[in-house]
Nanobody
Framework: QLQACGGGLVQAGGSLRLSCVAS????????IGWFRQAPGKEREFVGA????????YYADSLKGRFTISRDRAKNTVYLQMNSLKAEDTAVYYC?????????????????WGQGTEVTVSS
């Protein structure tokens, strides 16, 4: 299972750090992705990290503001979000994929967390 946490209410321009923790398995050999879904919109790719190498990928529109990292000791992946905007308001999900064909596609991921809500007030 995956659990995403760390969401909340933040003012525009502020920062939040989300965490994704695995229970029952380790992230070895997985890619961990972050997705978000705003009200009335489709789920969209935020970014991903290969656990083994630490290589990261981001949605072009979020590069420079969002950063994904991992802590091996805690078996946790983080999504650091800076300079938040009202349009970043969404439910954020983490997911894990063992053999993703396309990291940017949600169908590549086998395991999903329950989501954590982020609200950015303008």
């Amino acid at each position: 299972q995956l659990q995403a946490c760390g969401g909340g209410l933040v003012q525009a321009g502020g920062s939040l750090r989300l965490s994704c923790v695995a229970s029952g398995f380790t992230f070895d050999d997985y890619a961990i992705g972050w997705f978000r879904q705003a009200p009335g919109k489709e789920r969209e790719f935020v970014g991903a990290i290969w656990w083994s190498s630490g290589i990261t990928y981001y949605a072009d529109s979020l590069k420079g503001r969002f950063t994904i990292s991992r802590d091996r000791a805690k078996n946790t992946v983080y999504l650091q979000m800076n300079s938040l905007k009202a349009e970043d308001t969404a439910v954020y999900y983490c997911a894990a994929a063992s053999s993703p064909r396309d990291l940017r596609s949600s169908v590549s991921y086998e395991y999903w967390g329950q989501g954590t809500e982020v609200t950015v007030s303008s």
